[in-house]
């Protein structure tokens, strides 16, 4: 806020009252806010769509700062609004999610179960997460957290009475196989827990509980309990024949483990007696074959505005306007930095395709 008002030449009262919506702007005053923030004049001017924000999971919630975790909230919001515009010229995958009866209860091992019938998936290892995701209508953005704590986060949108559920995952921990876990981690979010209770308002003893509940989801989905069992039966208290596992189940060597400590195909002593040994050759921090598979990456919005400058014929000008038409100006650098496009992506292809790479798979 200091630093705005110092830039716009007015005091940071000013701009709490402006926030606050105490008192508007003059447009002089509105002009200079618009070009220090760098986002179209029309923006703060145009008709705010009702909208409710739900609970947003974040895994450090109470060791980020709290600016942190707002920015990444309306980072989260932006890209539900650029998924909604889109969604006036693109069709995309439709929200399908499990439902299940009131009044019955399942234990966590039985929703990952259900889970994977409904969505057909078997009991075979999931080769993308990302892409599984995306195909059952829930939104996947990519984008700089800038903070070393917030990995990936889930939040509830909900516009129109249109409910969206985003999954955003940070572009710093480049790892394939964490990347897995923290999709699985998010949807235990989104099956697991309601929508709108705050999250300021429980202890932090109630929200670890959501989260180790959302870890056990995460294990239970990618590890079924039938074929990984069978598969780590013959060798459970043997580091390497969880190295050779990875390949096959797409998780981390650490996650198989205790999955197999759970499922009681170890006990205690040879839980740590692995675990020491994941110590001793560095494994926490780098395991084998982390370097080896490259990590998959959200395709659905990126997908859909490569088919809007191929087969719409639009540009960069015309994909302003399409947002301005409905409500949101936000400016191109702002659109590539949310889908985590290169800067100049969409303004330097202005009036031609732009090559997106095949990221399904």
Not at 20 to 38: G, H, M, Q, V
Not at 135 to 152: C, H, K, L, P, Q
Request: proline residues 4%; aromatic residues 12%.
């Amino acid at each position: 806020m200091d630093e705005l008002a110092k830039s716009v030449g007015i005091n940071k009262q000013a701009i709490s009252q402006f926030e606050n919506d105490k008192i508007t702007p003059e447009p002089a005053t509105l002009l200079r806010i618009s070009k220090s923030l760098e986002f179209p004049y029309s923006f703060f001017v145009e008709p705010d769509t009702k909208s409710t924000i739900g609970n947003t999971y974040f895994r450090a919630l109470y060791s980020s700062k709290k600016k942190d975790l707002v920015a990444q909230q309306i980072k989260a919001k932006y890209l539900a609004k650029i998924h909604s515009v889109l969604s006036t010229k693109i069709k995309f995958r439709e929200l399908n999610l499990p439902s299940f009866p009131d009044g019955e209860s399942f234990s966590i091992e039985e929703l990952a179960t259900y889970t994977r019938i409904y969505w057909g998936l078997g009991d075979s290892p999931i080769s993308n997460m990302v892409a599984l995701l995306e195909r059952n209508g829930i939104i996947v953005g990519e984008f700089a957290t800038e903070s070393r704590d917030i990995d990936a986060f889930y939040q509830y949108y909900e516009e129109a009475d249109c409910p969206t559920y985003c999954v955003i995952l940070g572009t710093d921990k480049k790892s394939f196989y964490r990347r897995q876990f923290n999709c699985a981690h998010e949807l235990g979010h989104i099956l697991l827990h309601e929508r709108y209770s705050d999250l300021n308002e429980i202890n932090r003893e109630e929200f670890r509980e959501r989260e180790n509940e959302a870890n056990a989801f995460a294990s239970a989905f990618l590890l079924p309990k039938s074929t990984f069992g069978n598969d780590v039966s013959a060798y459970p208290n043997r580091l390497n024949h969880y190295i050779e596992l990875k390949k096959k189940w797409n998780v981390s060597i650490a996650c198989m483990i205790l999955r197999a400590y759970t499922l009681g195909y170890l006990s205690a002593n040879q839980y740590s007696y692995l675990m020491r040994q994941m110590n001793a050759n560095g494994y926490r921090q780098n395991e084998p074959l982390d370097d080896m598979i490259e990590y998959k990456h959200p395709y659905a919005l990126k997908q859909a505005i490569k088919l809007l400058f191929e087969k719409g014929h639009i540009s960069g000008d015309d994909l302003i306007n399409l947002f301005a038409e409905n409500h949101f100006s936000i400016s191109l650098d702002v659109i590539e930095e949310l889908l985590n496009l290169d800067i100049g992506t969409l303004s330097s292809n202005n009036n031609n395709v732009i090559p997106f790479p095949n990221l399904q798979g």
